[in-house]
């Protein structure tokens, strides 16, 4: 037996009216669950509408050009009796990056009263107090939910706070005022050598994080969200046992969020048991300033952990196997950061990569191999700085059923449900970019989802910022991904050296660019290098979120002088308005 069923266009958020630009289907077409019927084109991204059961296409009931909003009929699909029970699609945006792929149809879940109560039971449980979980708690409190929080350190914050953004720009901001105080006697204003109390100095790092975790302590009370510290693994699609200084305790949930982060990734090999060769959380213990110091990996971490020892007084080498530092922004918003440190650093190796590590009485000893390798060198410290791994595979999420990728990665979807449906997982855990504000994001929308709200991820970008010195951020498209993909784009470019205000702080080596569609002027993506870019990349991402064209950017007035008129001033290159730069008419 067979029925006819009429397939809807789910809920697609507050969009309404959006045109159907593709129909991947046609009648008499047989599909499976979750084939792609349509594809919507709304402001923000390309939305897929997939099957929500199998069946054959009988008469499709829209066309290319169509507006469709949520409940609009898009076609009726005949399928046999068993399988004719209504299901609700949810939309996939080809825009959700962060998750490697979409998870396999859901897992069964158990009913509430199939559960077997732990130690402590609660609506919610979220594994992992970084910024993506506590974000998720303090959520799902506020909505309603009871709420229990396991954390394995003894602090709430996770790396982030603890050992990890927090602490890095404590020392950075320590860095910036000695960097400054031996720049400004070139205007006439010396100051003595300074004097470096360590202790001190890690003293006042230590209060930082101390002042926030006491701060989120006093969040979690009010909002009556339980803390349990621990090492937890899932035990069953419903529990978690937790490893407590109190001994081994279950806690049971009816929904779970997964927080649990990332580690330090190591290269085999390497003598990790010798204190002289350090991670990112060694290198913010601070324990001393070692004469030469080598980062091995010329990413964002090494690179801040670099511009805080070299303020200190350590001789800084980098080594790096791409062709460039920062590898995932465009090199020229790199090649400002890269003069400056070349002339401070004692070498930037590129295309290279360390081979060998050997431990002696005078120190490290690193073999090099690659292009620009150089003879065997010692250093007093070698800092591993190239990336984290996912933890995935240490919670026991494959034990219950949760999909997990070769990489250490969850799968999951738009809402961050994984396969399991009633348990979600967010931040590091669940792809690239590792950045504690896309958990934050993620563990706000994933509480809202199990509280009954109608959300999805549709972020259009997530900002990158590197705190060096010069700071780096970028944001949307690169033109290295421009050109990738075969985008249509323009560049605009503002050099700081026409900016009054970057001229008078003694800082004109920076730059701002916006790349922007050729036909449309929208705003396609933006980098900036230069002091304080990373607050200054927040406007064109609300700028590329809201859809803005380079005429809204280039009316919209800044005060004068600052650096956000860059911003302003690039807009104006795109235009062809200009003042402050004569730019000859093509």
């Known amino acids: ?67 469709v909003s949520e409940g609009t009929v898009i076609l009726t699909l005949a399928v046999t009796e068993q399988s004719a029970a209504p299901v609700h699609p949810e939309v996939t945006t080809q825009e959700h990056e962060q998750a490697p792929a979409q998870p396999a149809a859901p897992a069964p879940a158990a009913s509430s009263q199939s559960i077997v109560p732990g130690d402590m039971h609660a609506d919610v449980v979220v594994l992992g107090a970084g910024p993506g979980g506590y974000t998720a708690a303090f959520r799902a409190a506020d909505l309603g939910k009871k709420v229990i929080l396991i954390e394995r350190y003894s602090s709430l914050g996770g790396v982030c706070l603890n050992v990890g953004c927090i602490p890095s720009k404590a020392l950075l901001h320590a860095a910036k005022v000695i960097t400054e105080a031996e720049e400004v006697a070139s205007h006439g204003i010396v100051f003595g050598k300074p004097q470096v109390d360590l202790d001190k100095l890690r003293g006042w790092k230590e209060s930082v994080i101390v002042k926030l975790t006491k701060g989120l302590k006093a969040l979690a009370k009010q909002r009556k969200v339980e803390v349990v510290h621990g090492s937890g693994k899932f035990a069953t699609a419903h529990s978690i046992q937790v490893e407590t200084a109190e001994g081994l305790k279950t806690v049971s949930f009816e929904h779970c969020i997964i927080a649990a982060g990332s580690s330090v990734t190591r290269i085999p090999g390497f003598p990790y048991d010798d204190p002289r060769l350090i991670d990112s959380t060694g290198a913010l213990a601070l324990s001393d300033v070692p004469q030469r110091m080598l980062i091995i990996g010329g990413g964002i971490i090494g690179l801040e952990m670099a511009t805080v020892y070299a303020a200190l007084g350590s001789k800084i080498s980098v080594v790096e196997w791409m062709d460039q530092l920062i590898p995932g922004a465009d090199a020229d918003l790199v090649k400002p950061l890269q003069r400056r440190i070349g002339k401070r650093y004692e070498a930037i190796y590129l295309k290279t990569k360390v081979t060998k590590i050997e431990a002696t009485e005078a120190g490290l000893t690193a073999t090099f191999d690659g292009d620009n390798a150089p003879q065997p060198q010692t250093y007093d410290r070698i800092l591993m700085a190239v990336g984290r791994r996912p933890n995935g595979r240490e919670i026991g999420a494959e034990a219950i059923g949760i999909q997990v990728n070769e990489r250490g990665f969850i799968l999951v979807d738009p809402q961050m449900r994984t396969n399991v449906p009633h348990i979600f997982a967010i931040g590091d855990i669940v792809g690239e970019p590792m950045l504690a504000h896309k958990a934050s994001h993620e563990g706000k929308l994933a509480a809202e989802v199990i509280a009954g709200h109608k959300a999805i991820f549709d972020a259009r970008t997530i900002p990158s910022v590197a705190y060096t010195d010069p700071e780096i ?87 004068h002088p600052t650096l956000s008129e860059t911003v302003l001033f690039a807009a104006e290159i795109a235009e062809g308005t200009i003042t402050d730069l004569f730019l000859p008419k093509k």
């Open 473 to 559: 951020a970028w944001m949307g498209l690169t033109e290295k991904e421009a050109i990738k993909q075969g985008i249509d784009y323009e560049k605009a470019v503002f050099p700081w050296a026409a900016s009054g205000r970057a001229i008078s702080m003694a800082r004109e080596e920076g730059l701002t660019q916006l790349l922007l569609d050729k036909t449309t002027r929208r705003i396609l993506g933006a980098g900036m290098t230069g002091v304080n870019a990373g607050e200054l990349i927040a406007e064109t991402v609300l700028a590329l979120e809201m859809g803005a064209d380079m005429q809204d950017l280039s009316l919209t007035i800044h005060p």
């Open 1 to 67: 037996m067979t029925q006819t069923v009429e397939i809807k266009i789910p809920d697609i958020g507050d969009f309404k009216d959006v045109p159907v630009i593709e129909v991947l289907v046609a009648p008499g077409d047989k599909v499976e669950k979750e084939t792609s019927l349509i594809t919507l084109e709304t402001d923000k991204a390309s939305l897929e509408v997939p099957a929500p059961q199998a069946g054959v296409v009988q008469d499709l009931k829209v066309k290319v050009g169509d507006k």
